[in-house]
């Protein structure tokens, strides 16, 4: 900024910023010839850093319609959602959430890069994942005033040393230009896995366990929440964490999350469709 200032400001709107530009264009050409980029999966040669090969973007199963409004379940075809879209699940409990959606199916191949980015160190998957998470979720960031990513406890996190939802939510909200609020949950206890008790256990193993930073309080009243996680298997811990949020006067939240997983009481993932697949026509 100094430096802007102290060139001027038509300077500092033309010519730097160009500069800047080119430079990095450079940078970047020069980085690559250095180290070529490779597939983030399967670390063959790729065109482009951030990209997938194609023998892998094959095998990933990224979401689009139709799928269920609330949950970002894929449907095999839109008559499964009835006029509203909406799962039988999500029209039997209806999450607190208002609207939710996942970047891709929970599978064998998605799994790999989920857990690379949980427990792997590989951090640099974020942003691409981000990537992904920031094109199915379009509408809902670009009616959010903030992206919030689901907290993990301190315990946790001093082992594995970074939230990789925070990765998440730090990536689509410079993507998407809105702001991130890092700190603003706070898991205030640790909890067992959820994904084999039934509902009401989850809720109750949950109560309590999650609050809000009280001194960040102000973050989110009246706020247009995007809460952000890796993954989405019972929704239990999302669900928690909107009626905190809500609770303390957020104007509304919705859920983004890089893979949705079936929850083991509900029905399997119907089989791929390849015809959102192909509606969702991303090269890598
Ligand atoms: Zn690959
Ligand atoms: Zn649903």
């Not at 065109?47 to 199963?61: E, K, S, V, Y």
């Not at 959602?81 to 996942?102: K, L, Q, S």
């Not at 689509?172 to 994904?195: C, E, H, K, M, N």
């Not at 928690?240 to 006067?249: I, N, Q």
Request: some cysteine.
């Amino acid at each position: 900024m100094s430096l802007y200032r102290d060139t001027g400001a038509v300077v500092a709107r033309g010519i730097i910023p160009g500069a800047t530009r080119v430079l990095r264009r450079v940078g970047s050409a020069l980085l690559d010839t250095l180290l070529p980029p490779d597939c983030p999966s399967c670390h063959g040669d790729v065109d482009r850093a951030g990209h997938f090969c194609p023998a892998c973007f094959r095998q990933l199963t990224f979401i689009a319609d139709p799928c269920c409004t609330r949950c970002g379940q894929p449907f095999v075809s839109a008559s499964f959602g009835g006029t509203r879209m909406i799962c039988a699940p999500c029209e039997e409990a209806p999450p607190p959430w208002r609207a939710g959606r996942a970047a891709l199916v929970y599978d064998d191949w998605s799994r790999c890069l989920v857990l690379g980015l949980k427990y792997g160190d590989r951090t640099e998957l974020a942003p691409i994942l981000a990537t992904h998470m920031g094109r199915i979720g379009q509408s809902l960031l670009a009616r959010a005033d903030i992206v919030v990513p689901v907290p993990l406890h301190r315990g946790r996190l001093f082992r594995r040393r970074y939230n990789q939802a925070a990765l998440l939510a730090w990536a689509l909200a410079r993507q998407a230009g809105i702001a991130v609020g890092p700190d603003l949950l706070v898991r205030v206890r640790s909890t067992a896995p959820l994904a084999r008790l039934g509902r009401a256990a989850r809720r109750d193993v949950l109560r309590g366990a999650i609050a809000i930073r009280p001194r960040r309080r102000d973050a989110i009243a009246n706020r247009h929440v995007v809460l952000v996680d890796d993954v989405m298997t019972t929704g239990a811990t999302l669900g928690e964490c909107t009626r905190v949020l809500l609770a303390a006067g957020a104007a509304s939240v919705d859920v983004l999350v890089a893979a949705r997983a079936p929850a083991p009481d509900e029905p399997r993932h119907p089989e791929k469709s390849a015809a959102s697949r192909e509606r969702y026509a991303v090269a890598g």
